[in-house]
């Protein structure tokens, strides 16, 4: 009996130092992953801050986020995270502060939100800004409880700066090419202007010179026309005179404007052929004035008919050279 009572009371005494045992071994991989995890923090290459879920104070501060506040030998830890409002300012896009309750750790922290790639203004103590992008969110326990915010800002200052830097070199090259662009306009009106002076003037010479050739035609030439006209001339004479009359004529009439443009394949041969034949000469006339056989003049009448596409229509072809006089 005496044996038993003394193991009933050695097991509590054993229990009680195992327990003991466990707690300091949880408590020292606590202090190894707390040393662990401030390791991390310290030496990322990030501006990291966690504040406690509970007063707001900071728990752990990176030595990245001590060096873009700009306060590198600052100890931040432990401190409510309103007073690192003397070591930094966010700003609005509007260079306003922003409200305490809008910062986006307060909001990780306080309201459980996360906030992803948001761009705000930093104004550090000594006046200086940057341009710095902010992910934030809260830290949960295993019940979903928020126990704690992070927050990681990242310096994007040179990236704006760069990027205003294109945009207004963009501006300048856009406007140097509207500039270029308006001056090439510019002499393309004076070409056309020119151009069309030019045509003006090309115009006014062609009326100029249409209007020399035929008051020389009417005073020059058809005057001795009619003086051989009323001398004594053999018949084959005459008919030629008139002949010669109509053709000086038909220099200023549509007829010979019509045939030299719209029937260039014409040889000179036929072209005289067909001035005869709208004056209604028959073949047999034709070859008499133009001194070649019957045949022949056909021939050249029938060449006239294929060119101007009457072969095979039944258009009569004195009909067809009037109707474009």
Known sequence: MTLKKHEHKERPMQETESLETENARLKFEIAETQGFLKAVIEHIPEAVAIVDGKDLTVKMVSKCCRDLFGHPQEKLQGIPYRECGKFQEFLTAEGLPTPWEQLPLIRATLKGEIITDEECLLRR?????????????????????????????RDITEHKRAQEELHAKNVTVQRDMEHELEAKSYRLKEVNFALKALLRQRDEDRKELEEAFLTNIENLV???????KNSPLSNSQTSLLEI??????????????????????????????????????????????????????????????????????????????????
């Open 125 to 153: 103590a000594d006046g200086s800004k940057l341009n710095v992008l902010c992910n934030s969110g809260p830290i949960l326990d295993m019940h979903g409880d928020v126990i704690a915010g992070i927050v990681v800002w």
């Open 222 to 228: 058809l005057p001795y026309v009619r003086r051989l």
């Open 244 to 325: 010669l009359e109509s053709h000086l004529k038909e220099l200023t009439s549509r007829f010979g404007k019509s045939l030299a443009l719209e029937y260039r394949v014409l040889t000179p041969t036929e072209m005289r052929v067909a001035a005869l034949v709208r004056d209604g000469k028959t073949s047999k006339e034709i070859a008499d004035l133009l001194c070649v056989s019957e045949k022949t003049a056909s021939f050249h009448r029938n060449n006239i008919r294929t060119k101007l596409g009457l072969r095979g229509t039944g258009a009569n072809l004195r009909s067809h050279l009037l109707s474009l006089a």
